[in-house]
C-alpha cells in the first residue's frame, strides 16, 4: 500500500494549507530573553528586572541552564511549494551532552489541516541514538480509528514497511554512501492552529556530522515530493541550529498501490 491510498484516511476533509515560516532559532532557546539568539548576561538583566512582572524563578533556572548557548539558523530551501499551498517542514537541534536532540515539526498556513507523510532522515553513520526516536502525541503510527499501523513505502529496505523503523548502517536513500536512517510513515490529526506542531524527537551522539531529510507527503490525496536538504553540522559549540525546510513538488494526485 502507498502513501495515496492510505494518506486519503487522513486527509479527505482536509483544507488545502499554504507554506508559512517556521520559528526563528532564538524562539527555540530557553533563557533567551531578549530573543537576541544567545544567553547571555544581558538576558539576566532582563529578568532581574522583571522578576515579579514578565518573568519567574523558572525564567532564572532557564538561563542559568541555558547560559552561553548561541542559536544558529542554517539555511535551507525556504518554505515554497508548487503550486502553492503544500505544507512546510523543519528540523531543530540542540548540542547537549556529548550529542544533538532533534526535532521535526510541520506547519500550515490554513488551519484546519491535517498532514500525512513518508519522512526520510538521515545522519552520519554510527551517530543515531536507534531508541531514541519518539512520535508526537498528534502524530500517529496507527490510523485513526482502525488497529492497522500506518504502512508506507520504505526506501532502505525497498519494500512497504508498517511504522516507524530505524536503519544503522544502511545505503543512503537520499543521496549516497552509509547512513543511520530514519522511515516514518505519519498521519496527523486535524490542526486547528498553524503550528510548528511537533511530529518527531531523536539523538544523535557526538556534535558534528549532518542530518538530510525528505520523502513524501500528502493533503486533499495530492502528492508532493519533500526536495531533499543536508545541513552540515557546523564545528563543535553550544549551538542551536535551526534547519529549514521542505519544499514540496506537486508531483501528481495519484500513486499506484505497490
Known amino acids: 500500500m502507498r502513501l495515496t491510498t492510505w494518506c486519503v484516511l487522513f486527509l479527505?476533509?482536509?483544507?488545502?494549507?499554504?507554506s508559512a515560516p517556521t520559528p526563528a532559532a532564538a524562539d527555540l532557546l530557553p533563557g533567551d530573553l531578549?530573543?537576541?539568539g544567545a544567553v547571555n548576561a544581558v538576558d539576566f538583566t532582563a529578568w532581574s528586572d522583571g522578576l515579579g512582572d514578565a518573568y519567574s524563578v523558572d525564567d532564572y533556572l532557564a538561563w542559568q541552564a541555558g547560559?552561553?548557548?548561541t542559536a544558529l539558523s542554517l539555511a535551507g530551501a525556504g518554505g515554497t511549494t508548487t503550486p502553492p499551498g503544500g505544507p512546510v517542514a523543519s528540523v531543530t537541534g540542540v548540542v547537549s551532552n556529548g550529542g544533538i536532540d532533534w526535532?521535526?515539526?510541520f506547519t500550515t498556513a490554513s488551519p484546519p489541516s491535517s498532514i500525512a507523510t513518508e519522512l526520510v532522515l538521515e545522519v552520519e553513520d554510527g551517530s543515531l541514538v536507534t531508541n531514541s526516536v519518539v512520535i508526537a502525541p498528534d502524530f500517529s503510527e496507527v490510523i485513526a480509528g482502525t488497529n492497522i499501523i500506518n504502512p508506507g513505502f520504505n526506501p532502505f529496505v525497498n519494500a512497504v514497511t508498517e511504522g516507524t523503523s530505524t536503519h544503522p548502517s544502511v545505503a543512503s536513500a537520499l543521496a549516497?554512501?552509509?547512513v543511520d536512517g530514519i522511515f516514518a510513515p505519519l498521519g496527523g490529526t486535524t490542526f486547528s492552529t498553524i503550528?510548528?506542531?511537533l511530529a518527531v524527537t531523536f539523538r544523535t551522539i557526538g556534535d558534528e556530522g549532518f542530518v538530510r531529510f525528505g520523502g513524501l507527503t500528502a493533503q486533499s490525496g495530492a502528492l508532493f515530493s519533500l526536495t531533499t536538504q543536508t545541513v552540515v553540522i557546523p564545528e563543535p559549540?553550544?549551538?542551536i541550529v535551526a534547519i529549514t525546510c521542505f519544499a514540496p513538488l506537486m508531483i501528481g494526485r495519484k500513486r499506484a498501490a505497490a
Open 12 to 18: 479527505a476533509t482536509a483544507v488545502a494549507f499554504c
Open 34 to 36: 531578549n530573543a537576541d
Open 67 to 69: 547560559y552561553g548557548q
Open 103 to 105: 526535532s521535526v515539526f
Open 176 to 178: 549516497t554512501g552509509q
Open 195 to 197: 503550528g510548528p506542531h
Open 237 to 239: 559549540s553550544a549551538t
